[in-house]
């Protein structure tokens, strides 16, 4: 049965770096091509991590080098990282279906997320974004006053706020693409964090989670399913102990259960199954899935990865 989609793709499907992203995007472009073909309706959304701390040095070292530039705002560099990552999705999506005989348009859309300037995630920045650096380079950045945290013992990177997504502000204009049988980029890096004063949006200094993100997209575009696509293809309980338990279902209760005894790790799976159970509890009948990129399929049709609902 054909079913309304969110497909929300993680770091993995992305890639690291302009060439290796692009060989990543070919991979990702198959398996969502092979959704699209199955009859499923799909709106993409995406991460954009590593991709946003490269932006924000890039200009940082533009700006020491020169004076005609300048630091570019967060907000200004998650636009960027969605012009950037939702080039390279619309353009080898485009083609991969062209291949397959199915000929829709791939749209990204430039997507702003309304966030509440009061979020106490502005007073504990959290989100790690950009490339893994030495203790050496970290130290040096504290002392600039910038905001640093040592990452699960994988090295040290710039944490960020990350405020929750209260409202997706071009939502009718995704709606649209979909009723016109388009398949729209939207959301990505968690859409550009805006602050609402009157009718103006102002640009805020955070990068949202895009799977948090993108539950409030599914929930408001009435998605049957949001897909979290992630590195591993279920979710565990007791990761990495003897006792570990990959789970094929979650209820809402159960989900809730784990995430109160601590069973998920924050800024990893913890902020994916928030996400996934967000969307499942906002209407009955709704599912999240988490699985592997290349597991989507097999997911959807309940053969593998972890659903919450
Ligand atoms: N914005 C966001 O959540 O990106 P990552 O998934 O790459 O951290």
Redesign the pocket.
């Known amino acids: 049965m054909s079913k309304r989609i969110v497909l929300a793709l993680?770091?993995n499907a992305l890639g690291k770096g302009l060439e290796k992203q692009m060989q990543a995007v070919r991979t990702t472009a198959q398996a969502i091509a092979d959704l699209i073909e199955a009859g499923h309706e799909l709106v993409i959304t995406h991460?954009?991590?590593?991709q946003?701390g490269m932006i924000h040095q890039a200009f940082e070292a533009a700006a020491h080098s020169s004076e005609q530039y300048s630091v570019l705002p967060m907000s200004v560099c998650v636009a960027l990282s969605q012009g950037y990552i939702g080039y390279d999705l619309q353009n080898v999506l485009r083609e991969t279906l062209l291949k397959r005989g199915i000929k829709k348009n791939v749209v990204s859309l430039i997507t702003q997320v309304r966030v509440d300037e009061q979020d106490p995630a502005f007073k504990m920045p959290d989100?790690?974004?950009g490339s893994f650096l030495s203790e050496e380079v970290a130290r040096k950045l504290i002392q600039q006053n910038v905001v640093v945290k040592e990452d699960s013992g994988r090295g040290w990177r710039r944490v960020i706020a990350s405020p929750e997504p209260k409202e997706i502000i071009e939502i009718e204009a995704v709606k649209s693409l979909l009723d016109a049988g388009q398949v729209p980029v939207t959301v990505g890096?968690?859409g550009i964090p805006v602050v609402a004063e009157g009718d103006h949006l102002k640009g805020v200094s955070a990068?949202?989670?895009?799977?948090r993100a993108s539950a409030v997209l599914a929930r408001d575009i009435d998605a049957d399913m949001l897909v979290i696509l992630t590195a591993v293809e279920k979710v565990a309980v007791n990761f990495n102990t003897p006792q570990q338990k990959w789970l094929d279902r979650m209820t809402p209760e159960e989900a809730r259960r784990y995430i109160a005894e601590g069973q998920f790790a924050p800024g990893s799976m913890l902020p994916k199954v928030e996400a996934a159970l967000a969307f499942a509890e906002s209407r009955p009948g709704r599912q999240a899935l988490i699985t592997l990129l290349e597991r989507a399929g097999d997911g959807i049709n309940g053969r593998t990865g972890t659903i919450i609902g």
């Open positions: 993680g770091g991460g954009n991590g590593p946003v989100k790690p974004i890096g968690g990068v949202i989670d895009k799977d």
